[in-house]
């Protein structure tokens, strides 16, 4: 049974929520990666919102090293979403 492509957005969209949620809890909680829950949201919805891609490209900048992590993050999240694959500029 194929999965429409409004359901799957409609899906990591909740799910990049979930996760930043998460991140911010783990802020406050020694058992959580506060800050790896919170990229892994912001990687996840800066495939459909254009602050997260902003905010990240911030990121990229500040942090050079996370970079290419960053980078791989987003270009598995844009297959996963079915969006063809950007050369993103830093």
Do not use: C, N
Request: aromatic content about 8%.
């Amino acid at each position: 049974m194929p999965v429409s492509p409004r359901f799957k957005r409609v899906a990591l969209i909740i799910l990049g929520w979930i996760f930043i949620a998460l991140g911010v809890v783990g802020l406050f909680l020694p058992v959580l990666q506060g800050i790896l829950f919170l990229l892994i949201g912001l990687v996840i919805l800066s495939t459909e919102y254009h602050w997260a891609r902003r905010l990240l490209a911030k990121l990229r900048t500040r942090f050079p090293k996370l970079d290419s992590l960053i980078t791989a993050a987003h270009e598995k999240a844009a297959r996963i979403m079915g969006h063809p694959e950007k050369k993103e500029s830093p």
